[in-house]
């Protein structure tokens, strides 16, 4: 039996989109449900969704939300995973509750969604049709491979995140990667690791060295 509409008063039709996010930011697309996000991060296209996963509720009035990554990432100990397939029912649900509580109130939580993921901003805007093909740039972008001397210079994304963990542990890495940090002019290192990973790395070591 399919799930009943939202009526007109629901407050869940402010909510015009939610988007996924990996380390790598491989789903630009924005998502009708809550539901299509979470099983993006479950897919096996998803970039270690277990340390940087990330889902985000846009709204009609130019606000979004995050959504709490404790609904869908698992932490054990020191360890971390993406909740499986067969818990999304009750996962979905606990998350619609949590959203129609959080929009009926004068939430704190709620941000500009420029403040929010701000480089793909403008490509959520552009293509509200989730049926829309996603544009060529994007692939490219996608597809892109380092040259030059970026292969040699240039740490990987991996190298970064294993070396965070090396000096913090995995469970506080994980904060450490999604909390603003000054030297980033305030972005977290999530944000900036796509375009300056041997400054996020340069931080790590930093921090190994009780510099930062």
């Known amino acids: 039996m399919p799930p009943a509409k939202p009526s007109t008063n629901d407050p869940l039709q402010s909510v015009?989109?939610?988007?996924?996010?990996d380390l790598r930011d491989r789903f630009p697309q924005p998502l009708e449900t809550f539901r299509q996000a979470l099983e993006c991060l479950q897919s096996g296209d998803a970039y270690l969704p277990d340390m940087s996963g990330e889902i985000v509720a846009y709204l009609r009035d130019g606000r979004a939300l995050p959504i709490p990554?404790?609904?869908?990432?698992?932490q054990s100990g020191n360890t971390s995973a993406v909740v499986p397939p067969q818990e999304n029912d009750y996962v979905c649900a606990a998350v619609e509750a949590w959203l129609r509580d959080a929009l009926l109130k004068t939430s704190t939580l709620l941000e500009k969604a420029s403040a929010v993921r701000p480089a793909r901003l403008n490509i959520l805007l552009d293509q509200c049709d989730p049926n829309a093909p996603e544009p060529d740039d994007i692939q490219g972008w996608q597809n892109m491979r380092d040259v030059g001397r970026e292969i040699i210079n240039t740490p990987s994304r991996e190298k970064v995140w294993e070396a965070a963990v090396q000096v913090m542990g995995e469970v506080q890495a994980r904060r450490w990667m999604k909390t603003a940090h000054p030297q980033l002019d305030g972005k977290s290192p999530n944000l900036c690791i796509e375009d300056d990973p041997a400054g996020v790395y340069e931080l790590v070591l930093q921090m190994s060295t009780g510099a930062s």
């Open 69 to 74: 990554e404790y609904f869908f990432i698992i």
């Open 16 to 21: 015009f989109a939610f988007r996924a996010f």
